[in-house]
């Protein structure tokens, strides 16, 4: 019997057991299925007090040896990745195993001429076109960590972003297709640089051909450097070989404070932990597609396009566009073109597409499709049936996979037709998994049916190492709340069959969209425009997008255009954070509820934007409590 995949609801008992009773014997056994340099003997060190965790120590590997490398005399000319355009008139492009490791070497020779090595931070802010995936596992190849960051985010953020990460490097494009936008990826790359004189090369690949500036001396064409180290005669690079604690990469990720923190992941249990995750949980078999709708500058693109299935030998779709261009019917369109597998999605996609109807999937071949994913957000029972009924044909089993950033790959799930699914449930932890919930003073909650904060008690290989440059704020953030766990920062409850139901964030962050936004990021951003004394935000229920930004904002130019000061603050944000940040609604009030000791009584702010009038709790303790009746009367719908 292997001990890679469960194959029955027994040997998902068995596994569970054996990882909580001897996890460095469990990990051993899963870990012994990858190619190593040299193969971990030391499994497991680890301490949440004074938070220092490794796996596979003494393992040495390169992890896109085990990405590419390895399949190549098995599978070199099975598709690795197929690449679906934005547009659909467009050609697709398929890279074979065989392709592909080709053009991670060459792109590896190109960062090596360029003077890149390992351990240098390298910057990647593209769109989702198979440069963005060889240029990753290029980094990877090399030793150097990759920074991906999402195409959404603004100048300020990619500069505070590189110099947090002292990033010497940057990967961009032109610019990127996104439904019917052009976006320009090297002007706002051009804006973040301005701050950021360290960075000593910009390697720009071509995709719109937008007018762009090329600064000579720093910037340089993607297809110009291939070009030379195919002259040079260059080929394959050695693979750097790594610790199985090296960096692999920093993904930034919002917390409860103002500053986006980045999160690092090591080669080895991130590894492990992805491809084991990702062949269990979808049950992964040879030939299957498997079509990851997230980006890659999100972990999840990170995990499941990227490393996850190819360190399985799986063919991974990637698709540059989104949902909804140039109609509603174009997941739909991928599915039977490419007769998709495995299809993962975000219930926010549902919810817009379910919006629809039924004319964008009636008669489109979706019988291909044998699994079916969600990730990001709680999923609402509504859009779990559609997606079940309507896509899945109630004949492919809905698997609800919770997991965040920092734990690297998926952490409760039911696994594909093994395990129950329960609607709105994520059901059980993966094996390695030990989740508990503990009260608001950290006792754990034994009963069932009670609502609890989400907690970890013991490592898996997958989860963080620390946070870029600070590792006492990673210590802060997730082992201080509850001294000994991991706290994830989730609200959960627990039925009678220990499956988890995730219900939120319990901190000031928000999930709109499925994108993880901070509170006090959205504020510092409104605060930074001229005017604006200041502002509080909060999340409210949103038909499509989970969540979405309710802004209360005092403005001392209340003699203007309460519109056009809208629209400013916006586009602010905007320039601050990025589009995906941008409050849904601003309220402008003359005051905020707040404290004696000047605390903002966020709780009161929530339950107004949710529409709550009569029951706000205490408001006798606030220092001007008519602010309240003034902010429920100015209330937008
Ligand atoms: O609140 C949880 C929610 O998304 C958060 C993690 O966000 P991020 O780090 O951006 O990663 C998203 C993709 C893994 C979690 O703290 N979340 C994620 N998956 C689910 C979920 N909430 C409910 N159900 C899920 N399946």
């Known amino acids: 019997m292997s001990v890679f995949k469960i194959s029955s609801l027994e040997q998902y008992h068995q596994q569970y057991r054996e990882s909580v009773e001897n996890p460095e014997k469990f990990w051993a056994r899963i870990a012994a299925h990858f190619h190593w340099h040299k193969q971990p003997k030391n499994i497991l060190e680890w301490n949440f007090d004074n938070f220092d965790v490794k796996w596979f120590r003494d393992g040495e590997l390169n992890i896109t040896e085990n990405c590419l490398d390895r399949h190549l005399a098995d599978r070199g000319e099975t598709p690795a990745l197929i690449w679906e355009p934005n547009d659909p008139e467009e050609h697709h492009r398929v890279l074979t195993y065989n392709d592909l490791h080709e053009k991670v070497n060459q792109f590896a020779q190109v960062l090596k001429q360029n003077g890149a090595k390992k351990g240098d931070r390298i910057c990647i802010y593209m769109g989702m076109i198979p440069e963005l995936a060889i240029a990753v596992l290029a980094c990877a190849r ?153 980006d890659i500058g999100w972990i999840t693109g990170h995990s499941y396009i990227l490393y996850g299935p190819l360190c399985a030998g799986a063919t991974s779709l990637m698709f540059e566009g989104i949902p909804t261009w140039p109609d509603a019917g174009r997941f739909w369109d991928i599915v039977e073109k490419y007769q998709v597998n ?57 698997v609800d996979t919770w997991w965040q950033t920092e734990t690297g790959g998926i952490m409760i799930s039911n696994i594909a037709g093994i395990t129950s699914a329960k609607p709105t449930f994520a059901t059980l932890p993966l094996p390695g998994v030990q989740p508990l919930l503990v009260d608001e003073n950290g006792v754990e909650i034994i009963e069932n049916n009670v609502s609890g904060n989400l907690c970890m008690r013991a490592p898996w290989p997958g989860m963080l190492r620390t946070t870029y440059g600070d590792h006492e704020r990673c210590k802060k953030t997730y082992f201080s709340t509850y001294p000994g766990l991991y706290f994830t920062g989730d609200g959960a409850t627990r039925d009678d069959e220990g499956n988890y139901r995730i219900t939120g964030r319990v901190d000031d962050v928000l999930n709109v969209s499925g994108h993880r936004i901070g509170t006090a990021e959205v504020e510092n951003a409104i605060n930074m425009h001229a005017g604006v004394v200041e502002s509080a935000v909060v999340g409210y229920p949103h038909d499509v997008k989970g969540q979405g930004i309710y802004a209360y904002v005092i403005d001392e130019n209340t003699h203007g255009d309460e519109e056009l000061t809208r629209r400013d603050i916006l586009q602010t944000v905007t320039r601050i954070i990025g ?41 006798s303790t606030l220092l001007d409590p008519g602010v309240v009746d003034e902010i429920i009367k100015g209330k937008l719908v």
């Open 142 to 294: 090399i030793g150097a960590i990759h920074s991906v960051i999402f195409g959404g985010f603004s100048a300020k953020s990619i500069s505070d972003r590189l110099q947090d990460a002292q990033a010497a490097y940057v990967i961009t494009c032109d610019g990127a297709y996104r439904g019917a936008k052009d976006i320009p990826l090297k002007e706002v790359i051009d804006d973040a640089l301005i701050a950021c004189p360290f960075v000593k090369r910009v390697i720009v690949c071509t995709r719109t051909r937008r007018p762009i500036s090329m600064i000579k001396g720093r910037d340089v064409w993607w297809e110009d450097e291939i070009k030379k180290v195919e002259t040079l005669g260059l080929k394959n690079v050695h693979p750097e070989v790594m610790n199985a604690e090296d960096e692999l990469f920093i993904l930034y990720t919002s917390g409860s404070t103002g500053k986006p923190k980045g999160v690092v992941h090591t080669i080895g249990g991130y590894m492990v932990y992805t491809n084991y995750s990702f062949v269990n949980v979808f049950q992964y078999k040879p030939g299957d597609v498997h079509f990851c709708t997230a």
């Open 342 to 398: 495995i299809l993962y999605t975000a219930p926010t996609a549902i919810r817009s597409l379910m919006g629809f109807g039924m004319d964008h999937i009636t008669g489109k071949d979706l019988s291909s499709l044998k699994v079916l994913g969600t990730v990001g957000e709680p999923i609402n029972e509504e859009a779990w049936h559609w997606y079940d009924n309507n896509i899945g044909k109630n004949n492919s089993p809905v």
């Open 579 to 619: 589009a995906i940040a941008k409050p849904d609604k601003i309220q402008f009030v003359s005051g905020l509820p707040k404290t004696r000791s000047g605390k903002i009584m966020r709780r009161i702010l929530r339950k107004i934007a949710e529409g709550e009038t009569q029951n706000l709790g205490d408001t």
